[in-house]
C-alpha cells in the first residue's frame, strides 16, 4: 500500500490557521513590505511601460511612498542602502578625464577598454574581454544592465553612470550597444510621444548626440555598436530606424565610430540568420531563440569585428 | 564587469518574487478557499488560475498545455474502453508526448546539426529552420503526464476525470519547475475535504519567505559576485577565485533551485495542497547515489521508476549491466537537461559516479569484505569526495561549452591573488554549505516558533523579511536558472 505521505505529517491544529486569518495575515505583510519598501517599489512603477498599467502602479506606488514617508517606514531602507553603499552614484575624484589621443598600445600601456550596454552586451562584453587579453595590449572590462537604454533613464540613466563610471575607472576606448529596450514610447516636455514619430526620433537623436558628446570629452575614442538584425520583422524595422540615429549621429562627431552589426549578421538573401558561418567557415547558431540576442560564437563574430576596427586605428597586432 | 539586473519586479507572474505574482496569488488564494466546498467551481477555478499564470509568460503556450491535457486524458480514457491493448495504447501516449517535449525541445538541435552536415558537404538542408521557443515548464509537465500514463498502466491509479487532470497538470505553484508531482498524490488531494483544522500557515509561509531569500538574495549575491564573471571570462581569474567559483555556482544552483521549490511547496500549502520534497541537504552526501536521493529528489524517482527499472528488468540488473544502465540514464538525464556536450558530460559523471559506486560494492560482496563504517574520517572524506565530484560536474553544466567549462579548469593552474573572493563571499558559501548540516527537524523547530506568535506579529515579521530581501537582493529578479529545463 503506498504511504499517504501528505497525511501522516503534522497533524496539530496549533500550526494550522482558518482561511480568513490566512488572507489577513498575508495582507498585512504584503501591506508592511510595501510600506517599508515604498521608494524602490515607486522606482519601479515607475520603469514600466507607458500605459493604463503604468499609471495605476505609479498611482498606488506614490500614495504608498507617501504614507511610507510619513509614519518614517521608509527609515528602515534608506538605512540599508547606506549601509550597502547603495543608491548613489560613485563621485569619483571630481576632476572628470579628458579625451586622450589614440596611441599604440604596449603590454607597458595597455589600452583600457570598458564595453557597457544593456542586455545584448552580456556575451559581448565577455567575447570581447576575452579576445582584448588575447591581444596582450589591452585591458577590458564589462557592464551589462539588463532592460535598460536611452528612451527611459529613470529606469538607468546612462549618461551619469558612465560620466561616473570614467570618473573612477578611466578609460581610453568605450564600447556601447543598447537599444534593444528602446522601441517603446519616449517622454518629452509635452508627455509620452510613441515611437517612430518625428517627435519620437528627434528627442532620442537628441539623447544619443549629448551622450555622444559627454563621452568624447572622457575617452579617446567611442565605438558604437548598433543593433543587429532581430527575427520579428517589426524588431527588426525598429532596429533599423534606431541604427539610423546612431550612424548619423556618430558621422558628425570625430571621437565616435558606428559598427555596424546589422547587415554582418543577416544571411545571405539579407534577412535574418540564426546560423552563420564562424571564423573557420562552419556554420555555427550565432543568435538565441529569441531572435534578437547573441550566442557566444555569435559574440565571438561581433567582438572580432569591433576589434579589427579599433585594431586599424589602435594599430593592434591579432 | 557590473552586472546589475533589471528584469521588471513589476513583471511576469511567473516569477514568484514580483509584486505581479503577489497580487494574482491573494486573489487565487481567495478565491479557491471561497469556492472550496463546490467541487466543480473550486477545480476550475484552480484551473483557469494555472492558465493565466502561464499564459502571462506566453498565450500561445496554454493551447500547448491544453493539448497535451486532451492527449493525456484521450490515452487514459482509451485504456479503459480498450483494456486488452493497454500497453499499446500507453505506449503510444508516452511517445505522443515524448514527440511533443522533444520537438520543442530538440528540434533546434536537430536541424543546426543537419544545417551544418549539409553545409560542409555543400548542399541545403531538406528541412526548414524555425525559432521554436522552449515553452516554460514542458520537460516537467511532460514527466507528470508520463508517469501518470504508467501509473494507469501499472494499476496505481484509475483514469482522473478530464477537470481533475487538467487541474493536476496545470496547478501553478508547480507548473514552471515541479516538483514532479504524481497523479497518485495529487490526484486524492482534489477529493479530499478540505481539512477543517486549517491552513499550515506558519509553515507554508516559512516555506515561502525561506525560498524569497535563497532565490533573490544569496543565488543572485552569488550570481553576481563571482559565478556569472568567471564563466564569462575565466581569462581574468585566478586558481583560487576560480575554485571559490566553482563553489560558488555549486552554492547558488542549490540555493536557486531549492529556493524555487521552497516557494511551491509553501504556495501549494496555502491552497491547501502537499507537494512532495525535491531537497534534503544534498552537499552532505557521502556518495554519489546518495547526492541524487537529496537532490531533486523527485527528478530521480521519476528516473528510478521510469527509466532504470523498466531498463533493468529487461537488461537484468546483473554487475556490469546496471552499470552501464546507470550511466546510460544519466547520459539520458542530462540530455532531457538540455541539447549539448556539457550536459551529457554532466550526466556522464553522474552515471559514471554511479557506475563505479555499483561495482565497488558489488566486488566488496562478491569478495565477503564488509562495507566500512561511515563514521570519523572516512565519513568525511567520502563526503568531500562527493562533493568534489558534484562541483565539478556543475562546472560543466554551467558552461556554455564544452572549451569554456574547460578554460576554467585551466584556471585552477594560474596561481596568483584573489581579489574577487572576498570575506563577504566565503561567509556566504560558509553559511551555504553550513546549513546542509543542520538537523532534519531543525525547521519544524522554526515553524513551531514562528506559529506561536500572535496574527499581526506574523504579518509584521514577514513584513520585515520582505524589506531584508528587498534590501539585500538584487534590482530585479533573474529567473530561476530552472527554467530553463
Same mark, same amino acid.
Given at each position: 500500500m503506498m504511504t499517504r505521505w501528505w497525511r501522516v505529517?503534522?497533524? +496539530?491544529?496549533?500550526f494550522t490557521r482558518t482561511p480568513a486569518v490566512t488572507l489577513a495575515i498575508m495582507a498585512g505583510a504584503l501591506l508592511g513590505g510595501a510600506l517599508l519598501n515604498a521608494e524602490p517599489l515607486a522606482e519601479t512603477a515607475s520603469a514600466q511601460p507607458a500605459g493604463w498599467v503604468r499609471s495605476v502602479a505609479v498611482g498606488a506606488a506614490d500614495a504608498l511612498a507617501e504614507v511610507s514617508d510619513a509614519v518614517g517606514l521608509d527609515e528602515p531602507h534608506e538605512a540599508l542602502d547606506d549601509l550597502l553603499g547603495r543608491g548613489e552614484i560613485a563621485p569619483g575624484d571630481g576632476t572628470p578625464p579628458v579625451g586622450g589621443v589614440v596611441f599604440v598600445p604596449t603590454a607597458e600601456r595597455p589600452a583600457r577598454l570598458w564595453i557597457a550596454g544593456d542586455s545584448l552586451v552580456e556575451t559581448i562584453g565577455a567575447a570581447i574581454v576575452n579576445a582584448a587579453a588575447a591581444t596582450g595590449v589591452m585591458e577590458a572590462r564589462f557592464e551589462v544592465q539588463f532592460?535598460?537604454?536611452?528612451?527611459?533613464?529613470?529606469?538607468?540613466d546612462w549618461s551619469r553612470q558612465l560620466a561616473a563610471g570614467l570618473a573612477t575607472q578611466p578609460a581610453d576606448i568605450l564600447i556601447f550597444m543598447v537599444g534593444? +529596450?528602446?522601441g517603446q514610447a519616449i517622454e518629452t516636455a509635452t508627455g509620452f510621444v510613441g515611437f517612430g514619430t518625428d517627435e519620437w526620433v528627434a528627442e532620442y537623436a537628441r539623447r544619443v548626440g549629448d551622450l555622444m558628446d559627454m563621452l568624447g570629452t572622457r575617452v579617446s575614442t567611442v565605438y558604437w555598436i548598433g543593433l543587429p538584425i532581430a527575427a520579428d520583422e517589426r524588431l527588426a524595422v525598429r532596429f533599423a530606424v534606431m541604427n539610423d540615429i546612431y550612424r548619423s549621429a556618430a558621422e558628425e562627431r570625430d571621437s565616435t565610430r558606428y559598427i555596424d552589426v546589422f547587415t554582418a549578421f543577416a544571411g545571405p538573401d539579407g534577412g535574418y540568420a540564426a546560423l552563420l558561418p564562424d571564423a573557420t567557415g562552419r556554420l555555427e547558431r550565432v543568435r538565441d531563440p529569441d531572435g534578437v540576442h547573441f550566442t557566444p560564437a555569435g559574440a565571438e563574430l561581433v567582438a572580432e569585428l569591433v576589434l579589427g576596427v579599433i585594431g586599424e586605428v589602435w594599430e593592434i597586432e591579432r | 564587469m557590473g552586472r546589475a539586473r533589471r528584469?521588471?519586479?513589476?513583471?511576469?507572474?511567473?516569477?514568484? *518574487?514580483t509584486v505581479t505574482f503577489a497580487i494574482f496569488f491573494m486573489v487565487v488564494f481567495a478565491g479557491a478557499w471561497i469556492l472550496r466546498p463546490h467541487r466543480v467551481a473550486w477545480r476550475a477555478f484552480l484551473l483557469a488560475a494555472g492558465w493565466v499564470f502561464y499564459a502571462w509568460w506566453d498565450y500561445r503556450f496554454v493551447a500547448l498545455l491544453a493539448a497535451s491535457i486532451t492527449l493525456n486524458h484521450l490515452a487514459a480514457r482509451a485504456t479503459l474502453r480498450w483494456p486488452a491493448r493497454q500497453r499499446l495504447v500507453v505506449t503510444l501516449g508516452i511517445v505522443a508526448n515524448l514527440v511533443l517535449l522533444g520537438f520543442f525541445k530538440y528540434y533546434g538541435f536537430f536541424v543546426e546539426s543537419l544545417e551544418r552536415l549539409a553545409d560542409s558537404i555543400g548542399f541545403t538542408s531538406p528541412v526548414p529552420f524555425l525559432e521554436v521557443i522552449l515553452p516554460v515548464g514542458i520537460s516537467f509537465f511532460t514527466f507528470e503526464a508520463i508517469a501518470y500514463l504508467v501509473e494507469i498502466r501499472r494499476g496505481v491509479v484509475t483514469p482522473l476525470p478530464l477537470l481533475d487532470l487538467a487541474t493536476y497538470l496545470s496547478f501553478?505553484?508547480?507548473?514552471? $519547475?515541479? *516538483?514532479?508531482?504524481r497523479a497518485s498524490e495529487f490526484g486524492p488531494q482534489l477529493d479530499a475535504?478540505? !481539512?477543517?483544522?486549517?491552513?499550515?500557515v506558519s509553515r507554508a509561509l516559512w516555506l515561502v519567505g525561506r525560498g524569497l531569500f535563497k532565490k533573490v538574495v544569496i543565488a543572485s549575491y552569488l550570481g553576481e559576485a563571482l559565478v556569472d564573471e568567471l564563466f564569462a571570462t575565466?581569462? /581574468?581569474? $585566478?586558481a583560487g577565485e576560480a575554485l571559490v567559483g566553482i563553489y560558488a555556482y555549486t552554492a547558488q544552483i542549490y540555493v536557486d533551485f531549492s529556493g524555487y521549490t521552497d516557494m511551491a511547496i509553501g504556495l501549494a500549502l496555502l491552497l491547501g495542497f502537499r507537494l512532495p520534497e525535491n531537497?534534503? $541537504?544534498?552537499?552532505?552526501?557521502? $556518495?554519489v547515489r546518495d547526492f541524487w536521493s537529496r537532490w531533486h529528489m523527485t527528478l530521480t524517482r521519476w528516473i528510478r521508476d521510469f527509466m532504470f527499472w523498466p531498463l533493468a528488468k529487461r537488461t537484468g540488473n546483473r554487475r556490469y549491466i546496471a552499470a552501464v544502465n546507470m550511466v546510460l540514464v544519466m547520459l539520458l538525464v542530462g540530455l532531457w537537461h538540455g541539447a549539448g556536450w556539457t550536459f551529457i558530460m554532466w550526466g556522464g559523471i553522474h552515471g559514471v559516479g554511479l557506475a563505479v559506486e555499483r561495482l565497488s560494492r558489488e566486488l566488496r560482496r562478491a569478495r565477503g569484505i564488509r562495507r566500512p563504517r561511515r563514521s570519523g574520517w572516512r565519513l568525511w572524506v567520502n563526503r568531500l569526495v562527493t562533493f568534489h565530484v558534484v562541483a565539478l560536474a556543475w562546472v560543466f553544466f554551467r558552461a556554455h561549452s564544452l572549451e569554456a567549462a574547460f578554460d576554467v579548469f585551466a584556471?585552477?593552474?594560474?596561481f596568483g591573488p584573489a581579489p574577487a573572493v572576498t570575506w563577504v563571499l566565503v561567509a556566504v558559501l560558509v553559511a551555504v554549505f553550513g546549513m /546542509?548540516?543542520? *538537523? !532534519?527537524d531543525w525547521t519544524d523547530r522554526a515553524v513551531a516558533s514562528f506559529a506561536r506568535l500572535r496574527p499581526a506579529v506574523q504579518a509584521a515579521a514577514l513584513g520585515v523579511a520582505l524589506l531584508v530581501v528587498d534590501a539585500f537582493g538584487p534590482e530585479g529578479v533573474p529567473p530561476f536558472i530552472y527554467f530553463r529545463f
Open positions: 505529517r503534522d497533524e +496539530n491544529a496549533r532592460s535598460s537604454g536611452i528612451t527611459r533613464p529613470e529606469i538607468y534593444a +529596450n528602446d | 528584469y521588471s519586479a513589476l513583471g511576469g507572474i511567473v516569477l514568484f *518574487p501553478f505553484p508547480k507548473l514552471t $519547475s515541479g *516538483p514532479i508531482t475535504p478540505a !481539512d477543517e483544522a486549517g491552513i499550515e575565466p581569462g /581574468q581569474f $585566478s531537497f534534503r $541537504s544534498p552537499y552532505i552526501a557521502t $556518495s584556471r585552477l593552474g594560474n /546542509q548540516f543542520l *538537523p !532534519d
